[in-house]
Nanobody, 115 residues
Framework: QVQLVESGGGLVQPGGSLRLSCAAS????????MGWYRQAPGKQRDLVAT???????NYADSVKGRFTISRDNAKNTMSLEMNSLKPEDTGVYYC?????????WGQGTQVTVSS
């Protein structure tokens, strides 16, 4: 069993920055992928970025060059640094872990980009 808790969301002006964090606890075992997903109002939940246990990353085209995903395996944490934020980045951001046939989600943290 894995528990994921996100933090760091909030209200920010366009062009601003935020850093989201995800703390994982429980029975994390073996190789697994961590990632961030977001769900804008009225839209589906979409991938933002993923990172493997050895640090290979993948980003949605809409955030390339602006967002950076990272993880600390010793502390079981993951972060998402978001720069040059745009109104279309607004949504609930979810931490995700995929391990074998199992998928785990955090509760989500709200990010609102507005003037």
């Amino acid at each position: 069993q894995v528990q994921l808790v996100e933090s760091g969301g909030g209200l920010v002006q366009p062009g601003g920055s935020l850093r989201l964090s995800c703390a994982a606890s429980g029975s994390i075992f073996g190789i697994y992928i961590m990632g961030w997903y977001r769900q804008a109002p009225g839209k589906q939940r979409d991938l933002v970025a993923t990172i493997t246990a050895i640090g290979n990353t993948n980003y949605a085209d809409s955030v390339k060059g602006r967002f950076t995903i990272s993880r600390d395996n010793a502390k079981n944490t993951m972060s998402l640094e978001m720069n040059s934020l745009k109104p279309e980045d607004t949504g609930v951001y979810y931490c995700n872990v995929r391990k074998g046939s199992y998928t785990y989600w955090g509760q989500g943290t709200q990010v609102t980009v507005s003037s």
